[in-house]
């Protein structure tokens, strides 16, 4: 019978979280289950019961950035709000932000990254996002006080939890011109009426706040779909899994009862 004590070493989880995948066979299920169980057999396992024992060991032996994600996101599921995985802006890549009312974004840095990013992609969210967090390893924690802006806010990854350690402020270094440049050609036209040569001119014709306003519109009708779709299944999604499916909304009951 498989170990069900819930603990494998950390190396293994990792192991087991770089080879999972969602749409992985059975079979191959079974290998990855049974390579970092010692004397494990899942022969009897469906498909369902393999992908929760994935997200059963994972969650409670690995601290990596998709269930880092998952734990942000569950916060925003019943709220009136937008969200968004892996937003690309400028040269970096949002690992999570929310749109509403106003624009928050989350850069996740666990004890298996390093900061040598962390200057450029401050920048650049700082440039376009309303609020910024910081979420990461506490052996990353001087550094990012160090270097962040006093604004950024910083949450401390915990056993099974969050913890918020320094709040973030509103953010007063938003660039208009960068906020446009980050929306598409039909967007652009859809919410401003404007074509891309145009930018420039524009970002300095047209008050902040109404182009701030108008790429909040933008981001939540990009993502309105993707994340409403999470959210109305939810119940069905495990918690590695949220991502792939907010990228590709596949129906879960499908995707999980499948036999290839």
């Given at each position: 019978?498989?170990?069900?004590?819930?603990?494998i070493t950390p190396?293994?989880?990792?192991?087991?979280?770089r080879?999972y995948?969602?749409?992985l066979?059975?079979?191959?299920?079974?290998?990855?289950?049974e390579?970092?169980?010692p004397g494990?057999?899942?022969?009897a396992?469906?498909k369902?019961?393999l992908?929760l024992?994935?997200?059963?060991?994972?969650?409670?032996?690995?601290?990596?950035e998709?269930?880092?994600?998952?734990?942000i996101?569950?916060?925003?599921?019943?709220?009136?709000?937008?969200?968004?995985?892996?937003?690309?802006?400028?040269?970096?890549?949002?690992?999570?932000a929310?749109?509403?009312?106003?624009?928050?974004?989350?850069?996740i840095k666990t004890?298996?990254?390093?900061?040598?990013?962390?200057?450029?992609?401050?920048?650049?969210?700082t440039?376009v996002?309303?609020?910024?967090?910081?979420?990461?390893?506490?052996?990353?924690?001087?550094?990012a006080?160090?270097?962040?802006?006093v604004g950024?806010?910083i949450m401390?990854?915990?056993k099974n939890s969050?913890k918020q350690?320094?709040?973030?402020l509103?953010?007063d270094?938003?660039?208009s011109l960068?906020?446009?440049?980050m929306l598409?050609?039909k967007?652009?036209?859809l919410?401003?009426?404007?074509?891309?040569?145009e930018l420039?001119?524009?970002?300095?014709e047209t008050?902040?706040?109404?182009?701030?306003?108008?790429?909040k519109?933008?981001?939540k009708k990009?993502?309105?779909?993707?994340?409403?779709f999470v959210?109305?299944h939810?119940?069905q999604?495990?918690p590695?899994?949220?991502?792939?499916?907010f990228?590709t909304?596949?129906?879960?009951?499908l995707?999980?009862?499948?036999?290839?």
């Open positions: 019978m498989p170990n069900l004590s819930n603990k190396i293994l989880a990792n192991s087991l979280a080879s995948s969602a749409l066979y059975p079979k191959k299920l079974r290998e990855l289950l390579a970092v169980v494990s057999n899942y022969s396992f469906d369902y019961s992908h024992e994935v997200n059963r060991l994972l969650c409670g032996n690995y601290r990596g998709e269930l880092i994600k998952y734990q996101a569950k916060r925003y599921l019943l709220k009136d709000t937008v969200a968004a995985f892996e937003i690309r802006v400028g040269e970096s890549r949002a690992d999570f929310s749109i509403n009312g106003v624009s928050r974004c989350y850069e004890a298996l990254d390093n900061l040598d990013k962390l200057d450029k992609q401050s920048l650049d969210y440039s996002f309303e609020y910024n967090t910081i979420i990461l390893d506490e052996k990353h924690l001087s550094r006080e160090r270097d962040l802006p950024y806010g401390i990854i915990g969050l350690h320094r709040k973030a509103k953010n270094r938003i660039c960068c906020q446009l440049e598409t050609t967007e652009l036209a919410f401003l009426g404007v074509k891309r040569n420039e001119s524009i970002s300095l008050k902040p706040a109404m182009i701030n306003k108008k790429f519109l933008a981001l990009r993502y309105q779909d993707k994340w409403n959210r109305e939810r119940r999604i495990l590695i899994d949220f991502q792939f499916f990228s909304q596949e129906q879960p009951s995707l999980y009862q499948r036999n290839f």
